[in-house]
């Protein structure tokens, strides 16, 4: 069995980080699979979903990490076109990756203590975000 | 580190839900225009209101406004006040914390919209220190979003035995990366995780 949602959330962009862990905890209860695997999919290129343990100096961290290796205010091919200047979120989106899988066990996401589910928008702009949620199993 | 001994919550989005979801489920489901643009609109109102920057009814008057919803501001005022409310997967919280910290609240509502909070008889009987009452609008910003770094530079608290509790990620970040240590609000059961790792409460 195979059952999809999307759910949208409204992001400040900049580094802004979103906690879905209930909304796909509440995917995976009302699909009734009790063994399988929830996919997590953000839908856009400048940002990114993951798994970590939603701590402020963990996200501080990470921001500084990814400021290293691609700077925000940095120069970009990318810029070239002048359609806009995230450069900087689209090279750690590809870094991150758009998408995860959690296992579900006896009806409910295998994760650890302290892991969530976490949405990070890196992009300078507010928008409204699109996740796709695809639980799989038995 | 040293031993926390202070905690401070802000009001919005940990003691009661966010004005923003407060201001957009008082309006009529009829007619108002609520939009992600026109969200991220009232946001922005919401830390200007914070910071004192407008008055609750000018807030209120600017609501109407850019939703273009079929009520007065007035109108709006009073729905709110009829809401706000504390949150109560909060006070099992309180009760345990409230002995080994000393508790502050930010306040960044109105007037108007806070006082019903403390006409809560058990919400009133953990804040009913006067001095524990802090309001947002007197720190002189404009928005609530500069609020960190002037709290964490105002020698009011000793940063290194204090937590900001705070439901704004980006926020939080900011008054981590000043100095003042700030906890990101999700829930009332992570917030004592939070608790727990800090050596605050007792693991169950």
Same mark, same amino acid.
């Given at each position: ?17 979103? *906690? ?30 993951? #798994? ?17 290796? +691609? ?8 810029? #070239?076109?002048?359609?806009? +200047?995230?450069?900087? +979120? ?7 990756? *758009? ?5 579900? #066990?006896? %009806?409910?996401?295998?994760? %650890?203590?302290?892991?969530?589910? #976490? *949405? ?19 | ?17 966010? =004005? @923003? ?87 960044? =509502? ?8 403390? $006409? ?14 802090? $309001? ?10 500069? =609020?960190?770094? @002037? ?10 035995? @204090? ?26 059961? $992570? ?14």
């Amino acid at each position: 069995m195979t059952v999809t949602r999307q759910i949208s959330i409204l992001s400040e962009g900049n580094f802004s980080t979103t *906690v879905i862990t209930d909304m796909v905890r509440e995917a995976v209860k009302s699909s009734g699979v009790m063994e399988g695997a929830a996919r997590v999919y953000y839908k856009h290129t400048t940002g990114s979903v993951l #798994v970590l343990e939603y701590e402020t100096g963990i996200l501080v961290d990470l921001e500084d990490m990814l400021e290293k290796l +691609a700077p925000a205010a940095g120069d970009y091919v990318h810029h #070239v076109r002048r359609y806009d +200047a995230n450069g900087a +979120a689209h090279l750690c989106s590809a870094l991150l990756g *758009v998408s995860l899988s959690v296992p579900i #066990v006896n %009806g409910d996401l295998g994760l %650890g203590y302290f892991q969530e589910i #976490v *949405v990070l928008d890196m992009d300078p702009v507010r928008k409204e975000r699109t996740i796709i949620i695809q639980v799989d199993g038995d | 580190m040293a031993a926390i001994k202070s905690l401070i919550f802000w009001v919005s989005g940990v003691v009661t839900p966010a =004005l @923003t979801g407060l201001t957009t489920a008082a309006l009529p489901q009829q007619g108002s225009r609520i939009d992600a643009d026109v969200w991220f609109g009232l946001l922005d109102l919401a830390r200007e209101l914070a910071a004192g920057t407008i008055s609750e009814s000018d807030y209120c008057e600017e609501v109407v406004a850019r939703t273009s919803s079929p009520i007065t501001g007035a109108e709006l005022s009073a729905a709110i006040e009829q809401a706000v409310a504390p949150s109560p997967d909060m006070f099992p919280l309180y009760d345990e914390i409230k002995d080994l910290c000393r508790l502050y609240l930010l306040v960044d =509502l109105p007037e108007r919209w806070f006082a019903p909070l403390l $006409r809560d008889a058990r919400f009133a009987q953990t804040f009913s220190d006067p001095g524990a009452i802090l $309001r947002a609008d007197r720190f002189g910003v404009k928005s609530s979003l500069e =609020l960190p770094i @002037t709290l964490a530079h105002s020698g009011l608290f000793d940063n290194q035995a @204090t937590l900001l509790i705070d439901a704004d990620p980006r926020r939080a970040m900011q008054s981590t990366r000043a100095g003042l240590y700030a906890p990101i609000f999700v829930d009332a059961a $992570r917030l004592r995780r939070e608790f727990v790792l800090w050596g605050l409460l007792p693991s169950t």
